[in-house]
């Protein structure tokens, strides 16, 4: 697994992320410092998700389950059909 990597903006050393604040699902501050002592630093990051690459499994099974729901009882065999090629 990688782990994100933060530079100082000043200087260009590795920094160390300090605190993270949680703001939104979609949106953290991370609070971070220098490790260079001679520069020390701080600053705070916005981290915002972008977009999706391979959705969730457990959001994908919901949205099968759900859209599953929502086919009338004498349809499901039709559908059942159509997904193994039988039509
Ligand atoms: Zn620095």
Known sequence: MRVMKVFCPECGSAANIRKTNRKDVHLSDLYCQCSDVECSHSF???V???HTISPSAKTG???VRS????IQPK?????????QGRV
Request: hydrophobic share 55%; aromatic share 4%.
């Open 44 to 46: 705070v990051l916005n």
């Open 67 to 70: 859209l599953l729901n929502l």
């Open 75 to 83: 349809d499901r065999q039709m559908a059942l059909d159509l997904l």
């Open 61 to 63: 099974n919901g949205l």
């Open 48 to 50: 915002t998700f972008s």
